[in-house]
């Protein structure tokens, strides 16, 4: 079982890394993470389907066990009905050790439900952290491109500000201009006028 715990320890570790709150945590970090628990996903799943075979047997044994002491049960009630004193003695020697090893393969299949019954929670329980994880992480990328977004879209009208800006002096320069030919050409038209 220690194997067991080990396994469990790391997994715990690895779940909680996953979920903090450290928002400084940079993104190659987090995917190595994420990678990191979903391959000891794999393994634990692994670990269950091998925990899962394992209790199927156990229950086959002791159903077996179990269904051999009965039999020596009734052997014994036979005997006993038949007055076959020795014979019944005999089969209730049998029949005592054929229940002490369906009580023990009872244990152990016991033992195999609660093993099983552990990696199925804490398969059940990183299934959920890592979907939390990803969850999360697709909801601070999606924060990410909008936060990208506005600031390009922010970039963008400071420099139609600028460009609106250049173009109101260019198109104000240029109407001095236009006026001053314009003062030019009427000063010239006057003096013509009064050569005349």
């Keep these: 079982m220690k194997w067991f715990d ?4 790391a997994l715990r570790s690895a779940a909680r890394d996953l979920i903090s709150e450290d928002d400084e945590i940079e993104g ?3 995917d190595t993470l994420i990678d990191a628990a979903q391959t000891r996903l794999v ?15 156990a229950e086959i044994e002791w159903h077996a066990a179990w269904d051999q002491a009965n039999a020596l049960d009734t052997n014994v009630d036979q005997a006993l009905r038949a007055g076959q004193d020795d014979l019944a003695r005999a089969h209730i020697e049998q029949a005592s050790r054929a229940q002490v090893k369906a009580d023990e393969l009872s244990e152990h299949y016991q033992a195999c439900v609660r093993v099983t019954t552990r990696l199925r929670e ?3 329980t990183l299934q959920t ?12 990328t999606e924060r990410e491109h909008s936060a990208a977004a506005v600031e390009q879209l922010n970039r963008l ?11 109101k002096r260019d198109l104000e320069d240029r ?10 050409l009427a000063a010239r038209e006057e ?4 050569k005349k």
Aim: charged share 45%; proline share 0%.
């Design 157 to 167: 009208q400071r420099e139609q500000r600028r460009a609106a800006s250049e173009l």
């Design 122 to 124: 804490e398969v059940s």
């Design 43 to 57: 393994v634990l799943r692994d670990e269950l389907a091998q925990a899962v075979a394992r209790e199927k047997r």
């Design 129 to 140: 952290q890592l979907d939390d994880v990803l969850r999360r992480q697709t909801q601070l």
């Design 175 to 184: 109407a001095r201009e236009v006026a001053k030919r314009e003062d030019y």
């Design 28 to 30: 190659d970090r987090i």
């Design 191 to 194: 003096i013509e006028r009064t």
């Design 6 to 9: 080990r396994i469990l320890t």
